[in-house]
């Protein structure tokens, strides 16, 4: 007996923890499920608003000058005089003399033409002399019989041809022996001298080239789609403003006027040029305290003389263009235009991603027509995993406004080296 219950308490035992096992698991409450909480995104915006803007158009460039001119020489002979002012740097007034040549050879040159003409006169005077003999000879011959060569026409055509040729080797002569002198064909600076006397100059030598002072020129690049947005109606003689800045502090202004555009688009660097001019760069032609020709270019910067600033050859000058005024234009933040494209939340919250124009654009902003409309909400931040439709939360922006500065700037471009630095 005892060893039956020995054997039976166990598994009583076990049978017991199983029921009050299954009786407590069956009394247990069950955790009340919660629902999974989305964390919707938060985007900071901005209100639009639509305003009206006159474009402008910023651009750069070198100051040239208008004329060049490369003196060269137009005769030979060797060097026997230069002028003090034909120097690299000084300034040279038109009709100046700046070099001569050895012109005792073409003094001779000339001295023999005018003896030939004297000859040829002779011959044709002779030559009407005996016309004149031969007509009265032959007066009472009758008309039918007499000839040309009688009365002695085609001899003094001959000699009138003579006289012509002897005058045109005069006129020859002289012109060589002007050239010996070499004058500088306009107002100018001096921008290279190649030559020293007694050198030994033949025809088509280079001896120096000249700048014109009269006018500069600067070649402004522009995109053609900035292009698009100028008048092109009031585009010449539009005055300029044309700024250069030297050092951190000073910058000097000069008045220019637009002259024309050059009506091709450039292969290089796909830029379409307007050209602006400065009237006398230098300062030559002022009235007002201004140095004469010959000593400006030994006067210093700080010279109280000279009180407009001079606007040398090869400054680098920087101008803005007034453009079209535009209606309904939207300023953003660049970076939120992606593609022509930006984010916008609808009044349900939701995203949308609409397509804009942008018109114009600088290092910060972009100036966009189109797609929106006034009040509306733009995201200033762009995030790839947003879809169309995604809900999310709203932030007005506290750090950037949209308000449009009177004129927009536009962004420079790069153009070659061989066009602007």
């Known amino acids: 007996m005892h060893v039956i219950v020995r054997r039976i308490l166990p598994l009583v035992i076990i049978a017991i923890f199983i029921a009050l096992s299954v009786l407590l698991l069956n009394n247990k409450k069950r955790p009340e499920q919660q629902k999974a909480q989305v964390r919707m995104p938060v985007l900071e915006v901005i209100r639009i608003e639509k305003q009206d803007v006159q474009l402008s158009v910023d651009s750069y460039g070198v100051v040239e000058p208008k004329y060049k001119a490369e003196v060269v020489s137009e005769v030979i002979g060797s060097v026997n005089y230069i002028s003090p002012d034909f120097a690299v740097g000084k300034f040279v007034s038109k009709g100046d003399l700046l070099a001569r040549l050895d012109d005792s050879d073409y003094h001779a040159d000339l001295a023999q033409a005018e003896a030939s003409l004297a000859q040829a006169q002779a011959k044709l005077k002779e030559e009407i002399a005996r016309g004149k003999v031969a007509k009265k000879t032959l007066r009472d011959v009758s008309p039918n019989k007499k000839t040309a060569l009688g009365l002695r026409e085609p001899q003094r055509k001959q000699e009138e041809a003579n006289v012509k040729f002897a005058k045109a080797g005069v006129d020859r002569a002289k012109r060589n022996l002007a050239k010996t002198e070499i004058r500088a064909p306009f107002d100018a600076l001096v921008k290279m001298k190649n030559i020293n006397m007694g050198s030994y100059l033949t025809q088509g030598k280079l001896i120096g080239e000249l700048y014109g002072t009269e006018t500069a020129e600067i070649r402004l690049p522009i995109t053609p789609n900035s292009f698009s947005y100028l008048d092109l109606n009031r585009l010449d003689s539009r005055k300029l403003n044309i700024e250069a800045q030297y050092g951190d502090i000073q910058i000097n202004h000069w008045a220019a006027k637009l002259v024309r555009n050059e009506g091709i688009i450039d292969k290089d660097n796909r830029m379409i040029y307007l050209i602006a001019e400065v009237d006398d760069p230098y300062n030559l032609k002022s009235p007002l305290d201004k140095p004469s020709i010959k000593s400006i270019s030994s006067l210093s910067t700080s010279s109280p003389s000279l009180t407009l600033p001079v606007l040398q050859f090869g400054t680098f000058v920087t ?43 600088d290092n910060e902003n972009a100036y966009v027509i189109g797609g929106l409309e006034d009040g509306e909400f733009v995201s200033l931040i762009r995030s790839d995993s947003l879809i169309d439709g995604t809900e999310v939360k709203t932030v007005m922006s506290q750090s950037y406004t949209p308000e449009i500065a009177p004129l927009m700037a536009a962004e420079p471009k790069v153009v070659n080296a061989g066009e602007s630095p």
């Open 319 to 361: 101008t803005t263009i007034q453009g079209k005024k535009v209606k309904d234009v939207i300023k953003l933040p660049r970076h939120v235009v992606r593609s022509e494209q930006v984010i916008v939340v609808d009044s349900q919250n939701k995203t949308q991603t609409r397509q804009v124009n942008v018109v114009r654009s």
